[in-house]
């Protein structure tokens, strides 16, 4: 009996410390994977992203859209990082639960990345009544991506902002008869 459960003990841990390497490789490859879209959008390289894909007077909104989205991955992979840090190395509690965060964190940052380009390129028309690529064609999409990494950091901030905006509007219609 005793020779069982240090065993499962044994084994267990064995598990979690898969499943924490598993985790590590898993940041770790989306993070570079962000990063070289990044390089690719800001320097036009081309390693990830083929050249000729997208017509040259939609080149900075397309720029701009691939900017924002690996901001905000890259804003949620340093979150998952310093998490990571948190949970096994100042607390000591992580639990396997933890996991799905860790890898669900992608998708999230990737959709509050679309959020935040739509709210910035929306905003900027609406402001100023113009589009992106007719002021700012030949300018790399910096500011994009250091907002898209606001959004990413911040997903749980950003999802109660949303929150708390779609209780705000009120959808009216006429009565029917």
């Given at each position: 009996?005793?020779?069982?459960?240090?065993?499962?003990?044994?084994?267990?841990?064995?598990?979690?410390?898969?499943?924490?390497?598993?985790?590590?490789?898993?940041?770790?490859?989306?993070?570079?994977?962000?990063?070289?879209?990044?390089?690719?959008?800001?320097?036009?390289?081309?390693?990830?992203?083929?050249?000729?894909?997208?017509?040259?007077?939609?080149?900075?909104?397309?720029?701009?859209?691939?900017?924002?989205?690996?901001?905000?991955?890259?804003?949620?992979?340093?979150?998952?990082?310093?998490?990571?840090?948190?949970?096994?190395?100042?607390?000591?509690?992580?639990?396997?639960?933890?996991?799905?965060?860790?890898?669900?964190?992608?998708?999230?940052?990737?959709?509050?990345?679309?959020?935040?380009?739509?709210?910035?390129?929306?905003?900027?028309?609406?402001?100023?009544?113009?589009?992106?690529?007719?002021?700012?064609?030949?300018?790399?999409?910096?500011?994009?991506?250091?907002?898209?990494?606001?959004f990413g950091y911040n997903w749980d901030?950003?999802?109660?902002?949303?929150?708390?905006?779609?209780?705000?509007?009120?959808?009216?219609?006429?009565?029917?008869?």
């Amino acid at each position: 009996m005793f020779i069982w459960i240090k065993m499962e003990f044994k084994l267990k841990y064995f598990f979690k410390s898969m499943l924490i390497v598993l985790i590590c490789i898993f940041v770790s490859s989306y993070t570079i994977l962000a990063c070289s879209l990044l390089f690719d959008v800001w320097f036009n390289t081309s390693l990830i992203l083929p050249g000729d894909i997208i017509e040259p007077e939609q080149k900075f909104n397309f720029n701009a859209f691939i900017s924002c989205i690996a901001g905000a991955i890259l804003g949620g992979a340093i979150l998952s990082i310093t998490s990571i840090h948190r949970h096994l190395v100042i607390s000591k509690n992580f639990e396997c639960i933890h996991s799905y965060g860790y890898f669900l964190n992608p998708i999230l940052t990737t959709i509050t990345g679309v959020l935040a380009y739509s709210l910035f390129h929306g905003s900027f028309i609406f402001l100023t009544g113009n589009n992106l690529d007719l002021t700012t064609n030949s300018a790399p999409p910096y500011g994009f991506a250091a907002f898209g990494f606001v959004f990413g950091y911040n997903w749980d901030v950003t999802i109660k902002l949303l929150e708390s905006l779609s209780k705000k509007i009120k959808l009216t219609g006429s009565p029917s008869k």
